[in-house]
């Protein structure tokens, strides 16, 4: 029992050391170049079916249209947004800042329960990071060892055949990337036509998709695992959001402790040494250069592959795996079970409830919408008894369909409509329209001189479809 204690004492003591420097910084503030081992295994495997399909996804969703609108577009430039084919505006933007808060509290409540979830398995720099340039670095470098051998060799033939081939397939990546990117926010069409056109036709635009290529290529080429530690500040938020009750990947220090190299039919439990054999491929494979047997740490993205590192070396040497795995630092300190708290129940009911309202505000946003404005400095005019103000009416159709519609004044009652065309009144699907009518009321029936009405909006079936209440102007009364 002391042993154990004496190991649990020695982590902490290395915790106050590690974590008054960076994983990938000497003690002078220099970068230390990571070369992770090429990581395999179950979580390994798992992390790649789940990279081809978000990948898949990616580059597949542009060109993915409903009812011909785009399944997913985001133009801040002509402020245009499509959401699973469903056109949005600045009208509706609420609907979109309610989603974005949705977002940030989903992720909050995955943080809460599962840790770093997110940063390891879904989050797009890891994806592009694990999942393609360094699978195309280990097949042009090698491995650990050989790239680590290549980076201390001279400027031979082969290391500069070896650089110019993987820094110009890393380029070639991210003008795709960038590409792909573009399509989200204008459209596989746009971006077509500007590379159609070249710089000649579209500068501004050419240079603009230019600067964020560049952009890639140094996050992918050089800056690498110093976003996840140095710049994103989801890795800062998850140390207030995260306690002892969150999954995490966590070495078992009262199981590995102490710990010490392996040697062939050793009875370790009698000498009193931990399972863990001070192997260190937890650190080799480890894509920020940390040391899991530390503790949770501001670097680690909770990707898994030291879990599969440990779990190979534990099957080789006849001890149990699960040294290193998901669990809770209760359960690794108290052996707790694994329990959803009331901060993580009080967290769902929140985000149930966000979404609930979400989904109505969708549902309930309307196919149409209209306004009626009187135009600027524009007044009223008297003729034959009757009272007429102008209006500018502005029809939005939310919808993919045609609609055909005709408009009516609720209240008060008495009112005359002449259009400037046509009574029944077209607008194509994701359509704003606008035009101009006169609408009049008898002398006796304007009480005010501004009086407030209302207008309705009704489809070719004679169901209204959206109603908006305005203000008429009439000479001045004295009431009494």
């Known amino acids: 029992m002391n042993m154990q204690s004496n190991s649990f004492q020695t982590v902490v003591k290395d915790d106050e050391n590690f974590r008054n420097s960076v994983g990938t910084m000497d003690e002078s503030g220099k970068r230390k170049w990571v070369y992770p081992r090429k990581p395999k295994g179950k979580f390994t ?7 081809v399909l978000l990948l898949a996804l990616f580059f597949g969703l542009p060109f993915v249209k409903i009812n011909h609108n785009p399944f997913l577009l985001f133009n801040v430039i002509d402020r245009k947004f499509f959401i699973f084919g469903q056109p ?60 680590m051998k290549l980076d201390r060799q001279e400027w031979d033939a082969e290391k500069i055949r ?18 792909f990117m573009f399509m989200y926010i204008v459209g596989y069409e746009e971006v077509f036509r500007i590379i159609s056109d070249g710089p000649v036709g579209n500068p501004l635009k050419f240079l603009g998709m230019i600067a964020f290529a ?12 110093q976003v996840c530690t140095l ?6 938020l998850q140390g207030v959001l995260i306690d002892k009750n969150t999954i995490n990947v966590y070495y078992d220090f ?29 650190v080799i494979v480890c894509p920020t250069g940390i040391d899991i047997r530390n503790g949770q740490q501001l670097e680690c993205v909770n990707c898994t592959a030291c879990i ?28 707790e079970k694994f329990i959803f708290t009331s901060r993580m129940k009080a967290t769902a009911v929140f985000l149930a409830l966000l979404i609930g309202f979400l989904g109505f505000l969708m549902y309930d946003r309307g196919s149409m919408e209209a306004k009626f404005i009187k135009p600027a400095g524009s007044t009223f005019f008297v003729k034959d008894g009757k009272i007429t103000n102008t209006f500018i009416y502005t029809f939005l159709n939310k919808s993919n369909d045609k609609k055909t519609l005709t408009i009516k004044v609720l209240q008060p009652k008495h009112a005359e409509i002449q259009f400037f065309g046509n009574e029944k009144i077209s607008v194509k699907g994701d359509q704003i329209l606008k035009g101009n009518i006169n609408i009049s009321f008898p002398e006796e029936e304007i009480k005010f001189s501004k009086q407030n009405i209302t207008i309705g909006v009704y489809d070719e079936k004679g169901n209204l479809v959206d109603a908006f209440e305005t203000v008429f102007e009439g000479p001045f009364r004295l009431v009494l």
């Open 231 to 236: 710049v994103c500040p989801y890795g800062r």
């Open 88 to 147: 949005f505006y600045l009208q509706d933007f609420f609907i979109l800042a309610l989603g974005a808060v949705t977002s940030v509290i989903f992720v909050m409540l995955f943080t809460v329960v599962f840790g770093r979830i997110f940063c390891g398995w879904l989050c797009p720099q890891t994806i592009f990071m694990e999942s393609v340039f360094r699978k195309i670095e280990y097949l042009i470098e090698g491995d650990r060892n050989k790239q």
């Open 45 to 51: 495997n798992y992390r790649n079916y789940t990279s």
């Open 162 to 179: 070896k650089r110019l081939l993987k820094w110009f397939i890393f380029a070639i990546i991210s003008v795709t990337i960038t590409n």
């Open 308 to 335: 599969d590192a440990c779990d190979e070396v534990m099957e080789k040497v006849g001890l149990p795996k699960g040294l290193i795995r998901y669990a809770t630092e209760a359960e690794i300190e108290n052996r």
């Open 214 to 225: 560049v952009t890639f290529y140094f996050v992918f080429a050089w800056l690498r695992e």
């Open 254 to 282: 009262k199981r590995g402790e102490n710990r010490s190299k392996w040697r062939n039919n050793e009875d370790r439990k009698a000498t009193g040494k931990g399972d863990c054999i001070d192997c260190n491929q937890c």
